[in-house]
């Protein structure tokens, strides 16, 4: 199984961007797919996540009412869309896929992206 992350870039403080995630799997049904993000020295942090075969989708507080994630079941492909970016959003943003439910803890996470670089500047 292989992630692959990208649509990252530079953005002004306000702007958004588009995150994509391709899954070279057969089907996504049964999983999770989620996004991370992770600034250097520091922790991976959960963002969000979407359990494909509700669309259920999950926020961390601080990005909830600007990111929304999204799901392609005919590209096996997960979006997030975000908006109203700030300079704590500055990060490395991972994409993985885990099993039918959805968590923010990384090792319920068996597969991982390589990262897109996301810059936010003032």
Same mark, same amino acid.
């Given at each position: ?17 588009? *995150? ?59 979006? *997030? ?42």
């Amino acid at each position: 199984v292989q992630l692959q992350a990208s649509g990252g870039g530079l953005v002004q403080t306000g702007g958004s961007l588009r *995150l994509s995630c391709a899954a070279s799997v057969r089907t996504l049904r049964g999983s999770t797919l989620a996004w991370f993000r992770q600034v250097s020295g520091k922790e991976r942090d959960f963002v969000a996540a979407i359990t494909w075969s509700s669309g259920r989708e999950y926020y961390a507080n601080s990005v909830k009412g600007r990111f929304t994630i999204s799901g392609d079941s005919a590209k096996n492909t997960v979006y *997030l869309q975000m908006n109203s970016l700030k300079a704590d959003d500055t990060a490395v943003y991972y994409c993985a896929l885990g099993g039918g439910w959805a968590t923010t803890i990384i090792r319920d996470y068996t597969y991982w992206g390589r990262g897109t670089q996301v810059t936010v500047s003032s």
